[in-house]
């Protein structure tokens, strides 16, 4: 078990979460990655984790990740739930947590911190529901 855990622990480069505010969070609110990874010579995977409650009132959502390899702002939808109100993921009760791969097979080109920012793209001005959002960076 000791090995298994220090295997997966060994992959992990970056690993933060962020919580969103108690009542909701604003559409024009960034939440903020500072990735600071040293092997540049590695190839990474970036997972968007989301993490909510039952009260959360859709079945998907979309996100806007800027991008900070790239400097580009990348529109992303992910479901939380299945057709049928069943919500995808772990967890069990009323907190539920949904890892969303949002890139493969990248490269940091520069042992420096790089900036994501991610913000919540639905339409409503405070979205409520989400808990807290994380940002995982693991080795291939």
């Known amino acids: 078990m000791t090995v298994l855990v220090a ?5 992990t480069a970056y690993s933060e979460y962020r919580n969103v505010p108690l009542d909701g969070w604003d559409k024009d609110s960034a939440l903020v990655f500072e990735v600071a990874v040293q092997d540049t010579l590695a190839a990474y995977n970036l997972v968007l984790s989301v993490r909510h409650g039952q009260e959360y009132p859709f079945q998907n959502i ?10 580009q702002t990348d529109t992303l939808e992910y479901y939380l739930a299945d057709q049928r109100g069943r919500w995808l993921g772990n967890g069990f009760g009323d907190k539920h947590e949904m890892p969303c791969l949002i890139g493969q097979n990248v490269r940091f080109s520069h042992a420096r911190p790089y900036l994501f920012k991610v913000r919540q ?4 001005d405070r979205l409520s529901g989400i808990t807290e959002v994380g940002l995982t960076v693991e080795k291939q």
Request: with cysteine; aromatic share 16%; hydrophobic share 35%.
């Open 7 to 11: 295997a997966c622990s060994s992959r």
């Open 62 to 71: 979309w996100f806007f990740v800027e991008n900070g390899l790239t400097g």
């Open 121 to 124: 793209g639905m339409r409503e």
